[in-house]
């Protein structure tokens, strides 16, 4: 079992910058790719970025690249999302995963966190 903690969303100016956490709690990551997915109104659930606990391996679609950053402490149980230059398409509820193994699809990930809103304003 992992509980996933996100938080760190808000409205901000297109532009501007936020930096979403995910808190992990409960079996040992060592071994698991997490992932971040975001959801606007209307639309699917879209894969973001994902990041393997090691660090090794790093992934991110092709609209959030160059200006997402995705990075974990682990120390800490923490993922980090560091988004720059936010649009307002960027706009969505951001949700923190974890799987075994890699997969950029939604249904593919086991735990999932309660999400955090990211508003983008023009």
């Known amino acids: 079992q992992v509980q996933l903690v996100e938080s760190g969303g808000g409205l901000v100016q297109a532009g501007g910058s936020l930096r979403l956490s995910c808190a992990a709690f409960?079996?040992?990551?060592?071994?698991?790719?997490m992932g971040w997915f975001r959801q606007a109104p209307g639309k699917e659930r879209e894969f973001v970025a994902a990041?393997?606990?090691?660090?090794?391996?790093?992934y991110y679609a092709d609209s959030v690249k160059g200006r997402f950053t995705i990075a974990r402490d682990k120390s800490k149980n923490t993922v980090y999302l560091q988004m720059n230059s936010l649009k307002p398409e960027d706009t969505a509820a951001y949700f923190c995963?974890?799987?075994?193994?890699?997969?950029?699809?939604?249904?593919?990930?086991?735990?999932w966190g309660q999400g955090t809103q990211v508003t983008v304003s023009s």
């Open positions: 990041i393997s606990w090691s660090g090794g391996s790093l």
């Open positions: 409960g079996r040992t990551l060592s071994s698991y790719f």
């Open positions: 995963a974890a799987r075994p193994i890699y997969s950029d699809r939604a249904d593919d990930y086991h735990y």
